[in-house]
């Protein structure tokens, strides 16, 4: 009876295991039409002001309230995802062509080459990244390109060491030599042969990296330190609405909840990604 049992919860939670991924993959495309088309799904202009209706409850066609300028909430939260998600997009895409061609070229050539990018690594991966972030674009201005900049040069180094790492397994492998005996040049080698095989890696720090910057861009703006300039951000969002708590509570809730939301499904997303890639180069 119990073995009856058993064999009958297995496939539902195998069901709730791959729900997951799914639901976060939705959530996270769901995400992408609001980068894509997010001020033209509001339902509101996310600039209007009202400054007689001021900080409201949702209600009065207003589906989130309106701030203490009277602009509609919703509408800026569907306006401010590209802000929130474009810069980190920019920094991991950065990282991954940075990291992943340093990291194999260090791995394949070895040598003077491999020190060099491993003293350049230690050195930038000692310094606090955010901030020195917030010291510079506090500096220099206010600037959301800076901080994307910024961050892509201070959170290479993990991707480069993780791709060397990596890539150093597989040059050791015979496949290498056999592509170096052919005449095979070192950029078509590292790219058609190492790349395939560190994919699994590859794919899991570029979702890694975008949340870790999701985040950290986020913090930014929060603080006040850098923001897209006449765009509506979440972080900027979740710190003017802070202190308007009692009067309209989905000011930061909503902000907050879309970020964790957006790194959860990003990092879910990553680790399912890289057990289907590691699985098919196995079962390959």
């Known amino acids: 009876m119990q073995d009856d049992l058993a064999s009958v919860a297995r496939p539902a939670t195998g069901r709730r295991i791959r729900f997951a991924p799914l639901l976060s993959a939705a ?4 995400v992408a039409i609001g980068v894509i088309a997010g001020k033209w799904l509001a339902p509101r ?3 209007a002001q009202d400054p007689g209706l001021s900080v409201t409850m949702p209600g009065q066609g207003h589906l989130l309230g309106t701030d203490q300028l009277g602009r509609d909430v919703f509408s800026q939260l569907l ?44 050195l930038v991966y000692a310094l606090p990244a955010l901030l020195i972030a917030i010291v510079v674009v506090g500096v220099v201005g206010g600037g959301y390109w800076i901080s994307v900049g910024l961050l892509v040069v201070l959170s290479v180094p993990a991707q480069i060491r993780l791709c060397r790492s990596a890539a150093m397994v597989q040059v050791r492998l015979p496949y290498v030599d056999a592509a170096r005996t052919a005449g095979l040049s070192p ?39 850098t923001g897209a300039a006449g765009n509506p951000d979440w972080g900027t969002m979740l710190a003017n609405g802070q202190p308007l708590v009692a009067q309209n509570p989905w000011l930061s809730i909503t ?30």
């Open 45 to 47: 202009d996310p600039d």
């Open 79 to 122: 306006a401010g995802t590209a802000a929130a998600v474009i810069g980190p997009l920019a920094v991991a895409l950065g990282c991954v062509l940075i990291g992943v061609s340093l990291g194999m070229a260090a791995a394949y050539f070895g040598g003077v080459v491999d020190t060099l990018v491993n003293r350049l690594a230690d």
């Open 27 to 30: 959530f996270l495309l769901l």
């Open 187 to 225: 950029m078509r080698t590292m790219v058609r042969h190492v790349l395939p095989n560190i994919l699994p890696i590859v794919v899991t720090t570029f979702l890694l990296d975008f949340v870790s910057t999701l985040i950290a861009m986020a913090a930014l703006s929060f603080l006040g330190v």
């Open 255 to 284: 902000p907050a909840v879309l970020i964790i939301a957006t790194a959860a499904s990003a990092t879910l997303l990553g680790d399912t990604a890289h057990e289907w890639l590691t699985n098919k180069g196995t079962a390959r």
